[in-house]
């Protein structure tokens, strides 16, 4: 029961209320990229008879906005990042694994996925240790 | 029995290799025109997560905030061999993995 995989868990319980993730695709894949942030950084040197005519130099990162705000990657002079937008991307999130919400990691691990219900082994370990306490006391 | 990420296989699978592994592309072009090294181009180019690109100790871009709490986190931690989610490494080795409850020594326990 508890060494389930995450492929398993979908099919674990209520399963009438299972979106059912699709993990190939372009979506995914652009997710992916954009989740987890690319680097491209390049040095290109272009010479012609023996002369250095042309150097490129590239720096580049590519990431969603929540992963720039994170990583604390510049943003174009103007934009501001006060609004509560950024604040919210400052706050770790993860994936749901039952119903690929992305929700406060936190609260996933340690209480349940507010949208499916979905627990972690911490929270229904958590749980358990309660109930246990409770029970002694009584 | 404990099966390795199962479901990860295809597109997703391919990238997450590409990005964590880094790709680094290092070429030279040369044109000659009879003795004369007419044309020469030099390319180092380099792709990577931004994970695998603070390992390697790659550059960012000027302005970038190295840091926020994000990137002492990307270091800390570590993948479940089971599920595949992340978690401290700290806590994966002495606890468990918090998601799927995989233990590498569940008989202390």
């Keep these: ?138 | 029995m404990v099966r390795l990420r199962p479901e990860e296989t295809g597109l997703k699978e391919l990238l997450d290799r590409i990005l964590d592994k880094g790709v680094a592309v290092d070429a030279i072009a040369r044109t000659d025109l009879g003795s004369l090294d007419l044309l020469r181009t030099k390319a180092h180019i380099i792709l990577a997560s931004f994970k695998t690109a603070d390992k390697i100790g790659l550059d960012f871009p000027e302005g970038t905030d190295l840091n926020t709490p994000a990137w002492q986190n990307l270091m800390r931690k570590q993948s479940c061999p089971v599920c595949g989610m992340e978690s401290r490494q700290e806590e994966l080795k002495e606890e468990g993995c918090p998601w799927c409850g995989w233990n590498y020594r569940p008989k202390e326990r």
Aim: proline share 4%; hydrophobic share 40%.
């Design chain 1, 1 to 138: 029961m508890e060494l389930q995989t995450k492929g398993k868990v979908k099919t674990m319980e209520n399963t009438p209320l299972m979106p059912e993730k699709d993990s190939s695709g372009l979506a995914d894949a652009i997710d992916r990229i954009l989740d987890k942030g690319l680097v491209i950084n390049a040095d290109i040197t272009i010479d012609v008879a023996g002369v250095e005519l042309l150097g490129i130099k590239i720096r580049a990162a590519l990431a969603s906005f929540e992963t720039a705000a994170k990583y604390g990657l510049e943003f174009p002079s103007g934009t501001n990042i006060e609004t509560a937008a950024w604040k919210d991307a400052m706050i770790e999130k993860e994936e749901c694994p039952q119903c690929s919400k992305r929700v406060d990691r936190e609260e996933l691990l340690n209480t349940a996925c507010p949208w499916c219900g979905w627990e972690s082994a911490k929270a229904k370990k958590r749980k358990a240790m309660k109930v246990g306490a409770k029970i002694e006391v009584q």
